[in-house]
Nanobody
């Protein structure tokens, strides 16, 4: 069973919006923080946003005011709403989930912002 299943990436024009989703399988227990990271070509993977079980959020400065992270604890699912997308947001976006004893990564979903 794949631990994390991502969806929602694609091609969008500058200024457009996308929503990413990531569902954690039932095999993952005691989830604490869920989040999104991204990696652009030739760059290191970087944090985009995280959210705790209690709803506390943390955002990279570059996405504050444009991206919104949320989660449904009952469904073990995390979302990333991305508005006002810029070409520099182009990257592979990875879902991340942390429990007390383990960390899981999704397979990545491509987001391309281009006219």
């Amino acid at each position: 069973q794949v631990p994390l299943v991502e969806s929602g990436g694609g091609l969008v024009q500058p200024g457009g919006s996308l929503r990413l989703s990531c569902a954690a399988s039932g095999s993952i227990f005691s989830i604490r923080t869920m989040g999104w990271y991204r990696q652009a070509p030739g760059k290191e993977r970087e944090l985009v946003a995280t959210i705790t079980t209690g709803g506390s959020t943390n955002y990279a400065e570059s996405v504050k005011g444009r991206f919104t992270i949320s989660r449904d604890n009952a469904k073990n699912t995390v979302y990333l709403r991305m508005n006002s997308l810029k070409p520099e947001d182009t990257a592979v976006y990875y879902c991340n989930t942390r429990t007390v004893i383990a960390e899981y990564w999704g397979q990545g979903t491509q987001v391309t912002v281009s006219s």
